[in-house]
């Protein structure tokens, strides 16, 4: 017969880590857009372009998780592994490109 304690660990870890994943994206995202905000302002981008920015915050977050914090909270299943390569190129590019797509835009459109 298994014993209530370790699913309960498993739930417990399993929170604490939703819980870590939420901290993470919320808090280094905020201060991730506040930094990007101010080099896109001081390159003279428009705030309508500034959208394109953010969105690539969260991807960036998303394949760093994947490839790396996953590995260090507190959550340790068997199902953990880091993104197929091309599905990390992939992301990184679309990020890049969601970067540098503001001040390209603002320049063209002005």
Do not use: D
Not at 24 to 38: R, T
Not at 46 to 51: F, M, V, W
């Amino acid at each position: 017969m298994m014993s209530l304690t370790k699913p309960l660990k498993i739930l417990f870890e399993s929170l604490l880590e939703i819980i870590r994943i939420i901290t993470i994206f919320i808090v280094l995202g905020y201060f991730s857009g506040i930094l990007l905000e101010g080099i896109y302002l001081s390159l003279g981008t428009e705030y309508q372009y500034l959208l394109y920015g953010y969105m690539a915050i969260p991807i960036l977050f998303f394949v760093i998780y994947r490839n790396k914090w996953q590995f260090i909270g507190w959550y340790k299943g068997e199902e953990q592994r880091k993104l197929p390569k091309i599905v990390s190129i992939l992301l990184l590019t679309i990020a890049s490109i969601l970067l540098v797509l503001p001040p390209i835009l603002s320049r063209i459109m002005a």
